[in-house]
Structure formats: C-alpha cells, structure tokens
C-alpha cells in the first residue's frame, strides 16, 4: 500500500506563489506515475498536472505556464510550482499515484488534499 500526504496549501494573493509538495511512504517501489489534481466546490476533480517516473510531464491547459510538476526520487517526493495564481486557481489540491503493476487511466492512491486559497 502507499500513502500519500500533501503539504504547502494556504491562502495566497493573486499573482502571488506556492509550492506544493506530496511525500509518499509504504510500497513506494509500486509507484510510476504521480500528478496533482483539484477539485473546486461544486466541480468535478480534475487532473492539473501529471509526471511520469521518468519525468515527462503534461498539465492542464489552465495551467500551462504557470505551474511546474517535479519529482525527486530519491526523496519520494512530487512537487507542484504554483506561480502567478488566479481566483480561479482556489481548490483542494490532491496528489495521486499510480501503481505500475495496474495499466488503466486512473490512479490508485490518494493523499486527503490541501486547499489553495487565491484572493483577489
């Protein structure tokens, strides 16, 4: 099993930063692929960035440019550089991962999320 915790949510002033991090601990080795999704109140939870273990990354098209998924391996760590954020940036923000024995699209862990807040 892996369990994922996320940490780095807050309350930050458009235009302003963050930087989200997301530790993963137990069967780490079973890990590949890992993202961060959102999920704003009243929406569906949708993926904002994804990185493999090789480290191709895609994002949301909202996001391009503005936010950077990393990953440091040896620290079973996957990062997510928030920059010049929007209002419509405000949501919980879930880190995934994806065990590499399962070859479907979806994730298989979860950490419990952390919300971003952006005021205007």
């Known amino acids: 099993q892996v369990q994922l915790v996320e940490s780095g949510g807050g309350l930050v002033q458009a235009g302003g930063s963050l930087r989200l991090s997301c530790a993963a601990s137990?069967?780490?080795?079973?890990?590949?692929?890992m993202g961060w999704y959102r999920q704003a109140p009243g929406k569906q939870r949708d993926l904002v960035a994804g990185?493999?273990?090789?480290?191709?990354?895609n994002y949301a098209d909202s996001v391009k440019g503005r936010f950077t998924i990393s990953r440091d391996n040896a620290k079973n760590t996957v990062y997510l550089q928030m920059n010049s954020l929007k209002p419509e940036d405000t949501a919980v923000y879930y880190c995934a991962a994806k065990n590499k024995a399962r070859l479907g699209p979806g994730m298989d862990y979860w950490g419990k999320g952390t919300l971003v807040t952006v005021s205007s």
């Open positions: 990185i493999t273990s090789g480290g191709s990354s």
């Open positions: 137990g069967s780490i080795f079973s890990i590949n692929a």
